[in-house]
């Protein structure tokens, strides 16, 4: 069901008629309108990515993040349980964690020494009781009173995810049919490899709509086309969660069909009049570990978490945000703990296509930073999302559509109550 295209707060310019196939450009600028995105989805109703609960293997483990632009701290307490805070200082809001990966005891405030144990409880403060009958904390004081704010927090096939709503409903009710396609790449326990952050200087919607459009693979991507990974000539499909929240697409590298409709239009895109080579072809030497055909899966979970497999190079992305116009990529790159040695390489050295630099993913970010510089900051206009119909169910299961970006906007509207 689409949503009113009616803004009743009358603060925004209304909403185009066409409801979810267009999305104003004022919402990828405006600075109230980031503000209110952080109030209502990142500290909203919505599970975040945290983490992989290999980062935090152990008790005392601990991870820092952020969920848009709130600091928060990933922790495994001595019992093995998994919790997660808001990195800010009960006392006077400094950071208390103040690095990316660690193991600890407790959680320490260096400012005026405020401590808290590993589920974000406050245990002490540093001349609580004054000293020789002066200064000191009043008398009320209480510790319990002045813990570190909580998130809920869950994990799924070693995806760890928090919400500040502690009512929302179960992490895999919010994924739905999604989850099955994180439970068939993610099947085993993971090992991280390694670590890569993409600064981007677009709005953070621009990025999340990239990996839900999938028909500009073969479009944008000369890497994919010229060499086959990734081809609308091919097998694939796109999977929605009945809410639309979610998605994911797939591709079997090999099952091309060129027949005359696929080569009358393939033959006008940049990307398939490349005359590149590779001297060295190892980058495509994919193996068909999951057994299914798939050499590409990425899914993307609302509102700011891409999971892909691209070949056997496997990853997390988590978008933090900055401002309307920019954000930061974090990418987590990973195999599972029983890799032999030869599929560890191999997915370190297809990671020369994914990343900052890759031979794909770059040209994604620079699409976003050229939409950012073509819309200056008061732009009129709307993008325009009807490839496969115009309403939410229309386009079915094919990538040559736009229904999950429609499906986004829809659940971001609701959600923004615009
Ligand atoms: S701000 Fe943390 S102890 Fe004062
Ligand atoms: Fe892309």
């Given at each position: 069901?689409?949503?009113?295209?009616?803004?009743?707060?009358?603060?925004?310019?209304?909403?185009?008629?066409?409801?979810?196939?267009?999305?104003?450009?004022?919402?990828?600028?405006?600075?109230?309108?980031?503000?209110?995105?952080?109030?209502?989805?990142?500290?909203?109703?919505?599970?975040?990515?945290?983490?992989?609960?290999?980062?935090?293997?152990?008790?005392?483990?601990?991870?820092?993040?952020?969920?848009?632009?709130?600091?928060?701290?990933?922790?495994?307490?001595?019992?093995?349980?998994?919790?997660?805070?808001?990195?800010r200082c009960a006392h006077r809001g400094n950071i208390v964690c103040r690095e990316e990966?660690?193991?600890?005891?407790?959680?320490?405030?260096?400012?005026?020494?405020?401590?808290?144990?590993?589920?974000?409880?406050?245990?002490?403060?540093?001349?609580?009781?004054?000293?020789?009958?002066?200064?000191?904390?009043?008398?009320?004081?209480?510790?319990?009173?002045?813990?570190?704010?909580?998130?809920?927090?869950?994990?799924?096939?070693?995806?760890?995810?928090?919400?500040?709503?502690?009512?929302?409903?179960?992490?895999?009710?919010?994924?739905?049919?999604?989850?099955?396609?994180?439970?068939?790449?993610?099947?085993?326990?993971?090992?991280?490899?390694?670590?890569?952050?993409?600064?981007?200087?677009?709005?953070?919607?621009?990025?999340?709509?990239?990996?839900?459009?999938?028909?500009?693979?073969?479009?944008?991507?000369?890497?994919?086309?010229?060499?086959?990974?990734?081809?609308?000539?091919?097998?694939?499909?796109?999977?929605?969660?009945?809410?639309?929240?979610?998605?994911?697409?797939?591709?079997?590298?090999?099952?091309?069909?060129?027949?005359?409709?696929?080569?009358?239009?393939?033959?006008?895109?940049?990307?398939?009049?490349?005359?590149?080579?590779?001297?060295?072809?190892?980058?495509?030497?994919?193996?068909?570990?999951?057994?299914?055909?798939?050499?590409?899966?990425?899914?993307?979970?609302?509102?700011?978490?891409?999971?892909?497999?691209?070949?056997n190079n496997l990853a997390t992305r988590q978008l933090v945000t900055y401002s309307p116009?920019?954000?930061?990529?974090?990418?987590?790159?990973?195999?599972?703990?029983?890799?032999?040695?030869?599929?560890?390489?191999?997915?370190?050295?297809?990671?020369?296509?994914?990343?900052?630099?890759?031979?794909?993913?770059?040209?994604?970010?620079?699409?976003?930073?050229?939409?950012?510089?073509?819309?200056?900051?008061?732009?009129?206009?709307?993008?325009?999302?009807?490839?496969?119909?115009?309403?939410?169910?229309?386009?079915?299961?094919?990538?040559?559509?736009?229904?999950?970006?429609?499906?986004?906007?829809?659940?971001?509207?609701?959600?923004?109550?615009?």
């Amino acid at each position: 069901m689409s949503i009113s295209t009616t803004n009743e707060s009358g603060r925004y310019p209304a909403w185009p008629p066409e409801g979810p196939s267009r999305a104003p450009y004022w919402s990828f600028v405006d600075p109230s309108i980031y503000q209110r995105e952080q109030e209502k989805i990142f500290r909203g109703s919505a599970w975040h990515f945290l983490g992989l609960e290999a980062e935090v293997p152990e008790p005392g483990c601990f991870k820092t993040n952020r969920v848009g632009d709130t600091p928060v701290v990933l922790t495994r307490d001595q019992d093995g349980i998994l919790h997660a805070v808001v990195n800010r200082c009960a006392h006077r809001g400094n950071i208390v964690c103040r690095e990316e990966l660690g193991k600890a005891e407790s959680l320490y405030c260096v400012y005026h020494a405020w401590a808290y144990n590993l589920k974000g409880d406050l245990t002490s403060a540093a001349f609580r009781r004054g000293i020789r009958g002066e200064g000191g904390l009043p008398e009320d004081f209480k510790l319990e009173d002045h813990g570190l704010q909580k998130l809920r927090v869950e994990s799924f096939c070693g995806l760890v995810f928090g919400s500040f709503d502690h009512k929302i409903m179960p992490l895999t009710e919010w994924m739905g049919e999604v989850g099955d396609g994180i439970r068939r790449t993610l099947p085993r326990p993971l090992k991280v490899l390694g670590y890569d952050t993409q600064r981007i200087h677009a709005n953070w919607k621009n990025y999340h709509e990239n990996p839900r459009d999938s028909f500009h693979a073969n479009i944008l991507h000369t890497f994919y086309g010229t060499f086959g990974l990734s081809k609308q000539s091919q097998e694939s499909a796109m999977v929605l969660d009945r809410a639309g929240r979610h998605v994911y697409f797939y591709t079997k590298m090999g099952t091309d069909r060129d027949d005359a409709t696929y080569k009358q239009t393939a033959s006008n895109l940049r990307s398939v009049k490349s005359d590149f080579s590779l001297r060295d072809r190892q980058l495509l030497d994919w193996t068909d570990e999951f057994g299914d055909g798939i050499n590409i899966q990425i899914l993307s979970l609302y509102p700011s978490f891409v999971l892909h497999q691209i070949s056997n190079n496997l990853a997390t992305r988590q978008l933090v945000t900055y401002s309307p116009t920019l954000c930061d990529l974090h990418w987590t790159y990973f195999g599972f703990e029983d890799d032999t040695p030869e599929m560890t390489d191999r997915r370190l050295f297809q990671q020369n296509l994914v990343g900052s630099a890759g031979l794909v993913s770059m040209e994604d970010a620079s699409v976003c930073e050229m939409i950012r510089r073509s819309l200056g900051d008061k732009p009129e206009g709307s993008s325009f999302m009807q490839m496969g119909g115009k309403d939410l169910n229309s386009g079915g299961s094919s990538k040559l559509s736009e229904r999950a970006l429609r499906n986004f906007w829809n659940t971001y509207r609701g959600q923004m109550e615009l």
